[in-house]
C-alpha cells in the first residue's frame, strides 16, 4: 500500500496543489480554515502529517504557529519546502515518512495535529486505530487534532454529478454506505472510505474526544458544475455562499452528506 500511495503523490504534485484553488475544491480549504480559527489557538506547536504541498501549513506558518511537514511523499515535500520559503516562511521540519510510524516525535510534543488525507488511504482497521492512538500520545493535555475521512454518504451524492456512469454498478455504490476499503483498481489509490458513524466510533474508541465534525464542503457538497458557474458568472454570489457554507458546515442536515467529514478532537 506503502508504495502505490507515495507512487501516486508523487506523480501527483501539481493537481493537489491546484485541487483546493477550484472554485468547488475552495469551498473545502475556506471551511477548514474557517474552523482552525475557531477551534485553536493561533500559536504553539503543529505536527501535518499528510501535509501534501503544504496548502495548510503555509496558512499556520501566517498565523504564526511553528510547524512541522510530514509526507509520505518527497516530491509533495520538495514542493512545500520550496513554496514556504518562497514566501519567506520557515517551518521546524520537513519529514519524510509513513504516518502509521509516529515513534520519531516525543510523548506531549504537540499542540496541534492535522491528519487531513492519511486516513483516506489506510485500509487495515488496526493501522488506522494505531495512528490514533499515537496522536493521543503525542498530542499535548491541552492539544488538539484534526482529522480527515472520507464519507461514502457524500460521495454518493456527488457522483451524480461528478462520474454518473458509475451509477450502472449499483453494487459499488451500495458499498459506500457502510464503512469499507477499496482496492487501487477500484479507486485511486487503495482508498479507505468511511461514514460519518464509522469514523466516530473509531475515533472515540482510541479516546481521543470529539469535540465537533464538520462536512468540509458544506450544502454545496457534490454540486460541482452550479459552484462554478456562480463563481464564473457572479464572484459576490460565490463568497456569499462560501460564507455561508463556512457558517452552517457543523449543522447535522449538511455535515453527515459531504465529500469529506473532519473531526476536530482533543
Not at 59 to 79: A, C, P, R
Not at 212 to 222: L, V
Amino acid at each position: 500500500m506503502r508504495d502505490v500511495v507515495k507512487k501516486y503523490y508523487n506523480e501527483n504534485v501539481l493537481s493537489e496543489l491546484n485541487r483546493l484553488s477550484n472554485p468547488y475544491n475552495n469551498i473545502e480549504f475556506q471551511t477548514t480554515l474557517h474552523m482552525i480559527d475557531k477551534y485553536f489557538k493561533n500559536t504553539g506547536k503543529v505536527l501535518d502529517l499528510g501535509c501534501g504541498p503544504g496548502r495548510y501549513s503555509i496558512e499556520l506558518l501566517k498565523k504564526g504557529y511553528n510547524v512541522t511537514l510530514y509526507d509520505i511523499s518527497n516530491e509533495e515535500l520538495k514542493f512545500a519546502k520550496s513554496n514556504i520559503e518562497d514566501l519567506n516562511l520557515k517551518a521546524d521540519e520537513y519529514i519524510c515518512g509513513d504516518c502509521t510510524d509516529l515513534s520519531m516525535f516525543d510523548d506531549n510534543s504537540f499542540d496541534v495535529v492535522l491528519l487531513m488525507g492519511p486516513m483516506y488511504h489506510i485500509t487495515d482497521d488496526e493501522l488506522r486505530l494505531d495512528v490514533l492512538k499515537n496522536i493521543k500520545r503525542i498530542l499535548k493535555d491541552n492539544g488538539f487534532a484534526m482529522i480527515a475521512y472520507l464519507n461514502g454518504l457524500g460521495i454518493i451524492k456527488s457522483s451524480i454529478h461528478e462520474c454518473s456512469f458509475e451509477y450502472s454498478n449499483i453494487e459499488n455504490f451500495s458499498k459506500l454506505l457502510v464503512d469499507n476499503a477499496w482496492s487501487k483498481d477500484e479507486s485511486f489509490t487503495e482508498t479507505y472510505v468511511a461514514t460519518p458513524f464509522g469514523a466516530k466510533k473509531e475515533i472515540e474508541r482510541c479516546g481521543l474526544e470529539i469535540i465537533t465534525y464538520f462536512g468540509a464542503e458544506g450544502f454545496a457538497s457534490g454540486i460541482h458544475s452550479d459552484v462554478i458557474k456562480m463563481h464564473n458568472e457572479d464572484k459576490k454570489c460565490y463568497d456569499n455562499l462560501v460564507d455561508l457554507c463556512k457558517h452552517t458546515c457543523e449543522l447535522d442536515e449538511y455535515r453527515n452528506s459531504t465529500e469529506h467529514i473532519h473531526f476536530i478532537v482533543r
